[in-house]
Nanobody, 121 residues
Framework: VQVVESGGGLVQAGDSLILSCEASGLPWSTFAMGWFRQSPGKEREFVAAVSWSGNSKEYADSMKGRSTISRDKNKDITSLQINNVTPEDTAVYFC???????????????WGRGTQVTVSS
């Protein structure tokens, strides 16, 4: 199983960023994809998730209204766009794969290594 994130880096406050995640080698025919993030000294927190069909989407309160999670037609790539980023969005962002688009990390079985996002003020 491979879960690979891309799109992190250094961005300015107020900018938008797009993260992508591609999954392969999964033992299931259908799966949900989620994003979590972790800052130094903090616990990993839920960001967003999308169901297999793409019709069900969940967002953390901090992301509602300024982020969009999507899934490509082949179902194995998800993208997360975050608008109007702030320094508080600085974190390592992880992509996670599970059977359902839940908000708890314990519901996900496979994880990527993460991609660093740093927002400068």
């Amino acid at each position: 199983v491979q879960v690979v994130e891309s799109g992190g880096g250094l961005v300015q406050a107020g900018d938008s960023l797009i993260l992508s995640c591609e999954a392969s080698g999964l033992p299931w025919s259908t799966f949900a994809m989620g994003w979590f993030r972790q800052s130094p000294g903090k616990e990993r927190e839920f960001v967003a998730a999308v169901s297999w069909s793409g019709n069900s989407k969940e967002y953390a309160d901090s992301m509602k209204g300024r982020s969009t999670i999507s899934r490509d037609k082949n179902k194995d790539i998800t993208s997360l766009q975050i608008n109007n980023v702030t320094p508080e969005d600085t974190a390592v962002y992880f992509c996670a794969i599970g059977r359902q688009s839940k908000t708890r990390a314990s519901h996900y079985n496979y994880w990527g290594r993460g991609t660093q996002v740093t927002v400068s003020s």
